[in-house]
């Protein structure tokens, strides 16, 4: 998608980046925006892990309404017993873009839904940057349950959600995935490389392209990196594009 001069400002501005314009053109978006605002008059039946209580159903067999089933009731790590529920995912079941991030926090954990608070209205300015809405893709974490203390996932709660995510990703058959931030990039490309190494480039899971960045709550923290996240964005949507 070739982005006019415009379009790529208003992207820029929704990150929160600078942008300089000459006041000249300045001026002229201004009275496109007024121009566009005077014209603008949606079962617990299944066993945890490989099984369920009508038979033995791996979790690459599963439909989304029986993994979504088989993820409520999973038991396999400790993480069971302390969440409030599962934050299984959200978005289109078909969608290009599939966006992984770590796992759930105290509010996801109690929404049930991934990147909410400010983290997650941060990410609905990204989606805005490429074009995309919250609903148009699909979101997941590498963990299933919220860590206590919102600590690091272990390297065993991370295996035994891999079975689930890799469903979701067979299903969603996505056509770019989006890695945010250190933990689902390791976890996902299998390396322990920092963020700052693994993004700029083009990696792949499985047979589909990834492209690393970092998370929405580093940035909260460190707003300066936002035009690293720009370039990401931009090389994940040019990809998408080679690959048309």
Known sequence: MTLTEHQRRAYLEALSIDVWVPRSDAQHDAELETAQIVEQGAGQDAAPGGGSA??????DALDWHALRDRVAACTL???HASRTQTVFGVGSPSADWMLIGEAPGAEEDRRGEPFVGRAGKLLDEMLRAIGQRRDDVFIANILKCR???NRDPKPAEARSCRAYLERQVALVEPRIVLALGRIAAQNLLGSDAPVGRLR??????GDVPLVVTYHPAYLLRSPSQKRKVWDDLCLARRILTERA
Request: a neutral charge.
């Open 54 to 59: 009508a038979g033995t159903t791996p979790v």
């Open 77 to 79: 790590c400790d993480l």
């Open 200 to 205: 700029g480039r083009q990696h792949a899971l």
């Open 147 to 149: 860590p206590p203390g």
